[in-house]
């Protein structure tokens, strides 16, 4: 499958602990298949730090690395993606043990239920219901370097 990183700058040999430790999925490399979502997402990096945006693409032989792999897919906003988020921006590192964890992104139009949840100014019915209003999203965090070494390869980068 293709996937797509929005960034700053092209990114040819990704590495997995770069990333920052308390992100929905974890200290991950992240990607999407969704090309309008890294997009916005470059463009967002690029406004913030005056810089160009840039979309880098890879090849991910997504099933093979699921095989190999030990897996987390969230095919929804639930229950399971809520607790796993908030533990996750927490600290408490619920994606440790996995190499590769797919789902929706805490983004703007889901983030706000999130944190009132967390800081306990909404229960998790009320949470739950607010957020099986929106359709996931597609993150893919890469915990695993050798996932990354051995599934993923950069084909492009394109000015955006």
Known sequence: MIVYHGATQKVEHPVCTFGRPNLD?????????IKEQAEEWAHRQADARKEAPVLNVYEFDRENAIQESHY????????????????????????EGYDIIEGGIANDRVIDTVN?????????????????????????????????????????????
């Open 25 to 33: 999925f974890g200290q991950g490399f992240y990607v999407t298949d």
């Open 116 to 160: 009132l949840y967390s800081l306990g100014l909404m229960n998790e019915d009320t949470a739950l219901s607010r957020l099986s209003e929106h359709q996931p999203n597609n993150q893919i965090c890469v915990l695993s370097q050798m996932v990354i070494e051995k599934y993923l390869v950069f084909q492009e980068v394109k000015s955006l």
């Open 72 to 95: 987390l897919l969230f095919s929804a906003y639930d229950k399971a993606w809520l607790h796993f988020i908030v533990d996750s921006r927490n600290g408490l590192k619920p994606w």
